[in-house]
């Protein structure tokens, strides 16, 4: 978390905490920056709606010198168009910096609903980072997610795949689900997938969208070493001690290859 201060005309300072991070957002700051997102208004426009949002602030009228009067709760603090601006930068973290322009960058690791209720019944995601995955099933997500580009048909089936009932059975009521909410479960994913990648990266090097079902049963051959009768065995590891296992497996081969 970060730790703002401010200082009124009394010369009080006042202290106030805002998110550093993605998974320090609360699930209703993660449905108002969805709804932003939305609206395809700018980087600097989205950081500075987020700021108000977060305190809890609004920005009143404009002083005679120009600056702007920040309201929180009681409290009002005078602050130039410049530092307003500097502090927004504090969700530069949401953002990622392309070739092709600013970016959203969702790195959630953390559910922000790890159970949604629609009427009486209550669905069940993941646990953080996929932990409570076993590699099948991660196998199975990877490629229903890559199918469900450009279909919401699609997209309701993957996140049916993501939250089930108690019993784990799937589930046919995600269309009923909140599209912010779909949103936010499909930005889990993607924040899921990019911390694994990054703390597993030599088992997804080479492997794209294309060929992601033939990449995923390799790792499973190159895990059961290719003995069909312990095929079964890996795909029902534990997600990080099978991504683990072939991580080391890759690192020795990376030795082994320059070696030669």
């Known amino acids: 978390m970060r730790n703002l201060k ?29 709804g932003l997102v939305n609206k395809n208004i700018s980087a600097e426009e989205i950081k500075l709606k987020m700021f108000l949002f977060c305190l ?10 120009d600056s702007f009067r920040l309201k929180v709760g009681k409290n009002y603090f005078d602050l130039s168009a410049d530092e307003l601006y500097a502090i927004s ?12 322009g600013i970016r959203i960058n969702p790195l959630l690791v953390k559910n922000p609903f790890p159970v949604i209720r629609i009427g009486w019944v209550r669905l069940y995601g993941p646990a953080d980072g996929l932990t ?8 199975e ?15 309701n089936e993957f996140i049916s795949s993501l939250y089930r ?13 909140p599209n912010k909410k779909k949103t936010a479960i499909v930005w889990f994913y993607m924040g899921c997938m990019a911390f694994i990648q ?20 390799r790792i499973v051959d190159a895990l059961a070493k290719n003995d069909v009768t312990k095929k079964k065995e890996v795909r029902n590891a534990d997600l990080y001690e099978a991504l683990y296992t072939m991580q080391i497996a890759a690192e020795e081969s990376e030795k082994l290859r320059k070696k030669e």
């Open 6 to 34: 401010f200082m009124d005309e009394s010369q009080t300072e006042y202290s106030y905490i805002l998110p550093g991070e993605w998974d320090e957002l609360t699930a209703g700051q993660l449905l108002f920056l969805i």
């Open 165 to 177: 009932r108690k019993k784990g059975k799937p589930s046919q009521l995600s269309f009923l689900i």
């Open 89 to 100: 930068e504090i969700f530069d973290f949401l953002f990622l910096e392309t070739e092709d």
């Open 132 to 139: 409570d995955y076993t590699y099948q099933q991660f196998m």
């Open 141 to 155: 997500l990877q490629i229903a997610q890559a199918d469900a580009a450009g279909s919401e048909k699609k997209v």
């Open 56 to 65: 809890k602030a609004r920005i009143g009228k404009r002083n005679t010198d």
């Open 198 to 217: 990054e703390r597993f990266p030599l088992v997804f090097s080479g492997v794209g969208s294309s060929d992601l079902a033939d990449g995923q049963m």
